[in-house]
């Protein structure tokens, strides 16, 4: 928590979440919010940034006039009694965000996994343009990554802006396509409804659906329907076992690494390559294994899909993008794969040498010989170069989200449910992962149900009790944790859990299996501009179910 203590030592730290989690607990203030309800209380914030003559854009900014409009609509008296949060904070909310020389609306994954996750992801950099702390430093600013720079790379079929999205639809709900894919909460009903365009074959990578898609134990009945399914995996989980065909990759440990997600969202541009620690011998890399499936699903015979030409193939495309004949520069290498493609996009990079042209830039043999990495400095101003939109503006109010209000509204008259159901994470577990892991799995079992102590005492339950936790979709049964670090009427558990089914080998994940929160998600309950499920703020009951909870064994 060094950087928490660190801003907070310089300005102010406000957490706004139903939990009290580790970061609200070191923070100047906790606001614990009515889950879904983010985006009305930013509504809420630009409205007074509006009303009280408080927003300052810059000048590289579309629709400012437009969404003092929409924000008209949204004082804090109208929001206050849904979010939680009272009419004087929202509004000191507002001034103290933009009266700050630096200040910043920051928002992670919960805030996405919500009935109204694209509007509050939205609002968030609406509220950091209109208060003048977007592309500045102490603001909202875009990284600048050394490779693989979504920012500084262009993106062939996408000039002059991103395409709106919806331009074709799933077959059964009719969801939209968002960037050419499809919501993961539509996978169970597509390959279970027959007819034209039915889903038959599923290829996984590393990956564990059926504990981690809404609606997860669902999806775990019709895999078995499929007339095919490739799991590219180490794990026999609860996914791969119902797997034709499991092809494991190599270790980590085994294998080159250069952080190409991480670094994307990092607050220095850097660049780091580790070298393998262990040979892996003659085994096949997990990049050999997609390609081979790749000529395999083109219908090519086994014997004749070519690696090196289709590798070739994605290393010539990703050329193009990047302004160079690949053909051409292919005669430098000795090797194809991940790194002749890492090396392609280090050296056309920011950083680059950009083949020769940047004499001493970046290439990949460089960052070889500086096995601690390379930092090339903290985050830079880059509008509007970085503007794909033709005007090389930010368009602030699109129709397609404004077309959602209606709904944010209607949720203001909803009747507030008497218990909603959030997510929470764990530092010694990500996702569905590491729970095979003993080192990680030792001390008390992690998979419990938060709840306030006003709330237990009205459900007549305790510390330990088991309960049966119920929704539209369905019901799990849990151990309880009575605890004041969450807002009254919110219940929380821990996502990635459920383990123990039959036919998987994963015993230390299965000693201590927990339940699958996912079991409780309802399909109607979305996100609908992005069709994305709804993991957070569920309408749930507790019942006491007579039992106590004995925690497992450490391991």
Request: proline share 7%.
């Given at each position: 928590m060094g950087l928490i203590e660190g801003i907070r030592k310089r300005g102010k730290v406000i957490v706004i979440d139903p939990v009290r989690t580790q970061t609200a607990a070191q923070a100047d203030e906790w606001l614990p919010i009515v889950p879904g309800t983010d985006a009305a209380l930013l509504l809420a914030v630009a409205h007074t940034l509006f009303d009280e003559d408080l927003v300052k854009p810059g000048p590289h900014v579309d629709g400012v006039e437009t969404m003092g409009k929409v924000a008209a609509d949204w004082p804090p008296e109208r929001v206050s009694e849904v979010t939680g949060i009272d009419v004087d904070t929202?509004?000191?909310?507002?001034?103290?965000?933009?009266?700050?020389?630096?200040?910043?609306?920051?928002?992670?994954?919960?805030?996405?996994?919500?009935?109204?996750?694209?509007?509050?992801?939205?609002?968030?950099?609406?509220?950091?343009?209109l208060t003048g702390h977007f592309d500045t430093p102490g603001g909202a600013m875009f990284p600048k990554p050394a490779a693989w720079s979504i920012t500084t790379q262009p993106l062939p079929g996408l000039e002059g802006g991103l395409a709106e999205f919806g331009r074709w639809h799933t077959r059964v709900r009719g969801a939209k396509e968002v960037l050419g894919q499809a919501p993961a909460s539509c996978m169970t009903e597509e390959i279970a409804t027959p007819g034209e365009g039915q889903l038959k074959a599923l290829i996984t990578v590393a990956g564990n659906p059926v504990l981690s898609t809404p609606g997860g134990d669902k999806l775990d009945e019709v895999l078995p329907m499929l007339e095919a399914m490739i799991s590219v995996d180490?794990?026999?989980?609860?996914?791969?076992?119902?797997?034709?065909?499991?092809?494991?990759?190599?270790?980590?440990?085994e294998q080159p690494h250069h952080d190409d997600l991480i670094l994307l969202f990092a607050?220095?541009?850097?660049?780091?390559?580790?070298?393998?620690?262990?040979?892996?011998?003659?085994?096949?890399?997990?990049?050999?294994?997609?390609?081979?499936?790749?000529?395999?699903?083109?219908?090519?015979?086994?014997?004749?899909?070519?690696?090196?030409?289709?590798?070739?193939?994605?290393?010539?495309?990703?050329?193009?993008?990047?302004?160079?004949?690949?053909?051409?520069?292919?005669?430098?290498?000795?090797?194809?794969?991940?790194?002749?493609?890492?090396?392609?996009?280090?050296?056309?990079?920011?950083?680059?040498?950009?083949?020769?042209?940047?004499?001493?830039?970046?290439?990949?043999?460089?960052?070889?010989?500086?096995?601690?990495?390379?930092d090339f400095g903290p985050m830079v101003s880059q509008l509007p170069e970085i503007l794909g939109t033709p005007d090389k503006k930010i368009r602030l109010a699109p129709q397609y989200l404004l077309d959602d209000l209606p709904r944010l509204a209607a949720r203001l008259r909803r009747p507030a449910e008497p218990l909603v159901l959030v997510s929470r994470?764990?530092?010694?577990?990500?996702?569905t992962w590491l729970h095979n892991v003993p080192a990680l799995m030792k001390g008390k079992d992690r998979c419990t149900l938060l709840i306030h102590p006003d709330d237990a005492a009205r459900c007549?339950?305790?510390?330990?009790?088991?309960?049966?936790?119920?929704?539209?979709?369905?019901?799990?049964?849990?151990?309880?944790?009575?605890?004041?670090?969450?807002?009254?009427?919110?219940?929380?558990?821990?996502?990635?859990?459920?383990?123990?089914?039959?036919?998987?080998?994963?015993?230390?994940?299965?000693?201590?299996?927990g339940v699958n929160t996912n079991a409780l998600s309802v399909p109607t309950f979305i996100d609908e501009p992005s069709g994305n499920?709804?993991?957070?703020?569920?309408?749930?009951t507790v019942l006491e179910d007579q039992a106590r909870f004995e925690s497992a064994q450490s391991v």
């Open positions: 929202i509004r000191r909310l507002a001034r103290e965000l933009a009266g700050a020389e630096k200040s910043v609306v920051y928002g992670r994954i919960v805030l996405c996994n919500q009935e109204f996750g694209s509007l509050a992801s939205w609002l968030v950099d609406v509220i950091n343009i180490l794990w026999l989980n609860e996914t791969t076992r119902h797997a034709d065909v499991i092809l494991p990759g190599l270790s980590p440990l607050i220095h541009s850097i660049a780091n390559y580790s070298a393998p620690v262990f040979d892996p011998g003659d085994r096949p890399h997990e990049w050999e294994i997609l390609i081979r499936l790749t000529g395999l699903c083109t219908g090519t015979p086994t014997e004749d899909v070519d690696v090196a030409a289709i590798d070739d193939g994605f290393f010539d495309y990703l050329a193009f993008t990047a302004g160079v004949d690949g053909a051409e520069i292919r005669k430098l290498y000795e090797h194809g794969g991940p790194e002749r493609m890492l090396d392609l996009t280090l050296r056309t990079g920011p950083f680059g040498d950009q083949y020769g042209k940047n004499p001493g830039g970046l290439t990949l043999d460089l960052l070889k010989a500086n096995p601690n990495g390379i994470r764990h530092l010694r577990s990500n996702n007549g339950v305790s510390d330990n009790d088991v309960v049966t936790v119920k929704s539209e979709a369905g019901e799990i049964k849990v151990p309880v944790e009575v605890t004041d670090a969450i807002k009254p009427g919110v219940v929380s558990m821990p996502h990635g859990w459920g383990h123990g089914m039959p036919g998987t080998r994963m015993s230390v994940a299965n000693g201590s299996p499920g709804a993991l957070n703020g569920i309408p749930v």
